[in-house]
């Protein structure tokens, strides 16, 4: 916003913290309060729904009468928040997590059908209090709104004063803290006042057995048992030492915190409804498990060597059920299931006015022919990491396959899910060479020489469309075949080597992107004023736009441009080193769904393709 708009009582959305524990989220405002938590899964609904509408509900642990801390930071190598405040009286140290522990027993609260890790999630908030000099007064306050801030709740305050319950539209909650309690209205409150040396401490718990920290040294000890936790995860990665390692180290952990454990699903982005657009329409709900992702998912993971997690992953996209033709949607939930009809919450302010607010996504039903080449270049790199193609995949394969094959041909909704007129769009198309491109890869790995033969074959035949039509005058990949508008999304091209690095065709597409549609230095995905996609406004450029074209510029050998480009996309990053789905330039603010894991996918295939070019350069020295 610029200097002189009103005040907004919504935080940048750039100004979240995000706290994960592998089963659900939270986003922490500057202030400390946390705007935003669904219990218990990322996709239930919020019980602290702030960040939509500032009567949702929140949860806040700071010193009172204090907004603006001194510094915010996430303990390295973890998702823990480590929040400091100087007050005029002394100064205070809060950490919060969603806490991680030793598995004991299944996992009652959300169930897994993935065989379990040693660490799982407790299902807890933990937030402590240290005073480091002078003295502070700590003040709690958690007020929930349950169902999105539809439903408030009375609090039963236990005769100790220090031990609170709360039921609301099926959710129950415990609050434990070593301060004083009392209740007003639909608020649990408290407040003390700490001297240097000492502790404070509050938890709030969604398990089914309700357990929390006993006292405060208990609390902190879940919280280093959590910061361990994630070093020990992180530990496990490849991440060679250059100067992109804290960039690609702190996306592998947005990665993971984005995971949901019980299933490997992982969802698209922790929110709902951040807007694309300032005060528009543009707002959607990607708490749900995109296709397109996968292939995304897979080569991040491997790169990183995270094969247990890729493995993971894998054997989610092998247990969703399909369609009736043997397609896969283009998204599902978490959990596997495929309806994901779409509603509002109109009675939701939104965030910054930006309405309506939804829940699900009318786009899980549409049309889209890049799904297949997803899925099968996923399958593909899995099966060259371990070796193997398991029996359970080959169906997959074959159905995928016969798909693409049966309709490369229709046009369809194309990658970002347009709300108009079906068109034949060129990143659909190469999607479809690359599913039957895979596809006969994966038959000769299983030793099907018909198959191999008919489906590349076919890949043939897609490719040679693809040149034939889907070029302008000038030898530009276009958007769909009746314009010459261009689209980012044919940065695929040279992301899944339609054409070779030194191909003239795919170096002018690359540049014309990079010269064309870009803002302020920036990638838009299309321009809204030339492309029908059903929807009003303008649009932020897309941050995964922008580094998908710094891993184009690298194959066509553009490499500075590339590492000009990837230097101001670093810039960018939020204080937390998070990035959301679009960049406003002029207003220089984060707009979408935050953390968006399709931005930090991109970013570590980004980050692999100069490190790579660069050690290359070093052996030929």
Same mark, same amino acid.
């Given at each position: 916003?610029?200097s002189?708009?009103?005040?907004s009582?919504f935080?940048?959305i750039?100004?979240y913290?995000?706290?994960?524990?592998?089963?659900t989220?939270?986003?922490?405002?500057?202030?400390?309060? +946390?705007?935003?938590?669904?219990?218990?899964?990322?996709?239930?609904p919020?019980?602290?729904? #702030?960040l939509l509408?500032?009567? !949702?509900?929140?949860f806040?642990f700071?010193?009172y009468?204090?907004?603006?801390?001194?510094?915010r =930071?996430y303990?390295?190598?973890?998702? &823990?928040?480590?929040?400091?405040?100087?007050?005029?009286?002394?100064?205070?140290?809060?950490?919060?997590?969603?806490?991680?522990?030793?598995?004991?027993g299944?996992?009652?609260?959300?169930?897994?059908t993935?065989?379990?890790?040693?660490?799982? =999630?407790?299902?807890?908030l933990?937030?402590?209090a240290?005073?480091?000099?002078?003295?502070?007064?700590?003040?709690? &306050?958690?007020?929930?709104?349950?169902?999105?801030?539809?439903?408030?709740?009375?609090?039963a305050?236990?005769?100790?004063?220090?031990t609170?319950?709360?039921t609301?539209?099926g959710?129950?909650?415990?609050?434990r803290?070593?301060l004083a309690?009392?209740?007003e209205?639909?608020?649990?409150?408290?407040r003390h006042?700490?001297?240097?040396?000492e502790t404070?401490f509050?938890?709030? #718990?969604?398990?089914?057995?309700?357990?929390?920290?006993?006292? !405060?040294?208990?609390?902190a000890?879940r919280v280093t048992?959590?910061?361990?936790?994630?070093?020990r995860?992180?530990?496990?990665?490849?991440?060679p030492?250059?100067?992109?390692?804290?960039?690609v180290?702190?996306?592998?952990l947005?990665?993971?915190?984005l995971?949901?454990?019980?299933t490997?699903a992982? +969802?698209?982005?922790?929110?709902?409804?951040l807007?694309?657009?300032?005060g528009?329409e543009?707002?959607?709900?990607?708490?749900?498990?995109?296709?397109?992702?996968?292939?995304?998912?897979l080569?991040?993971?491997?790169?990183?060597l995270l094969?247990?997690?890729a493995?993971?992953f894998?054997?989610?996209? =092998?247990?969703?059920?399909?369609?009736?033709?043997?397609g896969l949607q283009i998204?599902?939930?978490?959990?596997?299931?495929?309806?994901?009809?779409?509603?509002?919450?109109?009675?939701?302010?939104?965030?910054?006015?930006?309405?309506p607010?939804?829940?699900?996504?009318?786009?899980f039903?549409?049309?889209?022919?890049? &799904?297949?080449?997803? &899925?099968?270049?996923?399958?593909?790199?899995?099966t060259?990491?371990?070796e193997?193609?398991?029996?359970?995949?080959w169906?997959? +394969?074959?159905a995928?396959?016969?798909?693409?094959?049966?309709?490369?041909?229709?046009?369809?909704?194309?990658?970002?899910?347009?709300?108009g007129k079906?068109q034949h769009?060129?990143?659909?198309?190469?999607?479809?060479?690359?599913?039957?491109?895979?596809?006969a890869?994966?038959?000769?790995? /299983?030793?099907?020489?018909?198959?191999?033969?008919a489906?590349?074959?076919?890949?043939?035949e897609?490719?040679d469309?693809?040149l034939?039509?889907?070029?302008?005058? /000038?030898g530009?990949?276009?958007?769909?075949?009746?314009?010459?508008?261009l689209?980012?999304?044919n940065l695929?091209?040279a992301?899944?080597g339609?054409?070779p690095?030194?191909?003239?065709r795919?170096?002018? #597409?690359?540049? !014309?992107?990079a010269?064309?549609?870009s803002e302020?230095?920036f990638?838009?995905r299309?321009?809204?004023?030339?492309?029908d996609?059903?929807?009003s406004?303008?649009e932020?450029?897309f941050?995964i736009?922008s580094?998908?074209?710094? #891993?184009?510029l690298?194959?066509v050998?553009?490499?500075?441009?590339?590492?000009?480009?990837?230097?101001?996309?670093?810039?960018?990053a939020?204080?937390?080193?998070?990035?959301a789905?679009?960049?406003?330039v !002029?207003?220089?603010?984060?707009?979408g769904n935050?953390?968006q894991?399709?931005?930090?996918?991109?970013?570590?295939?980004?980050?692999?393709?100069?490190i790579?070019?660069?050690?290359?350069?070093?052996?030929?020295?």
């Amino acid at each position: 916003m610029d200097s002189n708009s009103p005040a907004s009582p919504f935080p940048p959305i750039a100004q979240y913290a995000f706290l994960s524990d592998c089963h659900t989220g939270a986003l922490v405002a500057p202030d400390g309060s +946390v705007d935003w938590l669904c219990v218990p899964r990322f996709d239930s609904p919020s019980v602290f729904g #702030s960040l939509l509408d500032r009567g !949702a509900g929140y949860f806040r642990f700071a010193p009172y009468g204090i907004n603006v801390p001194t510094s915010r =930071a996430y303990d390295p190598g973890t998702n &823990v928040l480590v929040t400091t405040w100087h007050t005029p009286t002394g100064w205070l140290e809060i950490r919060d997590a969603l806490t991680m522990g030793r598995r004991e027993g299944p996992d009652e609260t959300t169930p897994h059908t993935r065989p379990p890790a040693d660490d799982d =999630a407790e299902h807890l908030l933990v937030r402590t209090a240290t005073c480091l000099e002078g003295s502070v007064r700590v003040e709690l &306050v958690c007020d929930p709104a349950f169902d999105y801030g539809r439903t408030r709740a009375p609090w039963a305050l236990d005769t100790d004063g220090h031990t609170a319950d709360i039921t609301g539209a099926g959710t129950s909650m415990r609050l434990r803290t070593d301060l004083a309690l009392g209740v007003e209205g639909d608020a649990l409150r408290g407040r003390h006042e700490l001297t240097a040396g000492e502790t404070a401490f509050v938890s709030l #718990s969604w398990a089914a057995s309700l357990d929390g920290p006993a006292d !405060a040294t208990d609390a902190a000890a879940r919280v280093t048992a959590t910061r361990d936790f994630w070093r020990r995860w992180l530990g496990r990665a490849r991440m060679p030492d250059h100067r992109l390692r804290p960039y690609v180290e702190r996306s592998a952990l947005v990665i993971k915190g984005l995971t949901y454990m019980p299933t490997g699903a992982t +969802v698209a982005a922790l929110t709902t409804s951040l807007p694309e657009t300032p005060g528009g329409e543009r707002n959607w709900d990607y708490r749900y498990t995109w296709m397109r992702d996968s292939t995304f998912t897979l080569q991040a993971l491997h790169y990183l060597l995270l094969d247990w997690e890729a493995d993971e992953f894998m054997q989610f996209v =092998a247990d969703i059920e399909p369609n009736e033709d043997g397609g896969l949607q283009i998204m599902y939930g978490i959990d596997g299931r495929r309806d994901l009809t779409e509603t509002t919450r109109d009675e939701l302010t939104g965030y910054q006015g930006a309405r309506p607010v939804r829940l699900g996504n009318g786009a899980f039903d549409q049309k889209q022919n890049d &799904v297949f080449g997803s &899925v099968l270049d996923s399958i593909l790199l899995h099966t060259r990491r371990s070796e193997r193609l398991p029996a359970r995949l080959w169906p997959i +394969v074959k159905a995928q396959a016969e798909c693409a094959a049966a309709i490369w041909q229709e046009p369809d909704q194309g990658i970002w899910e347009a709300r108009g007129k079906p068109q034949h769009y060129v990143s659909s198309k190469i999607m479809c060479w690359v599913a039957m491109d895979r596809a006969a890869q994966l038959a000769g790995i /299983r030793g099907e020489p018909e198959l191999q033969a008919a489906w590349g074959a076919t890949a043939q035949e897609i490719k040679d469309d693809i040149l034939a039509r889907g070029l302008s005058d /000038r030898g530009v990949l276009r958007q769909h075949y009746e314009t010459d508008a261009l689209d980012a999304s044919n940065l695929l091209a040279a992301h899944f080597g339609l054409l070779p690095g030194t191909d003239t065709r795919l170096r002018a #597409s690359v540049l !014309a992107i990079a010269d064309e549609l870009s803002e302020d230095g920036f990638v838009l995905r299309y321009r809204t004023d030339e492309t029908d996609d059903g929807m009003s406004g303008k649009e932020g450029t897309f941050v995964i736009c922008s580094f998908w074209l710094v #891993s184009a510029l690298m194959v066509v050998g553009e490499k500075q441009r590339a590492l000009d480009l990837m230097e101001r996309l670093l810039r960018i990053a939020s204080p937390f080193g998070l990035y959301a789905e679009e960049f406003e330039v !002029a207003a220089a603010r984060h707009l979408g769904n935050i953390p968006q894991a399709f931005s930090h996918l991109a970013l570590i295939e980004a980050a692999a393709r100069i490190i790579l070019a660069e050690r290359v350069e070093e052996m030929s020295l």
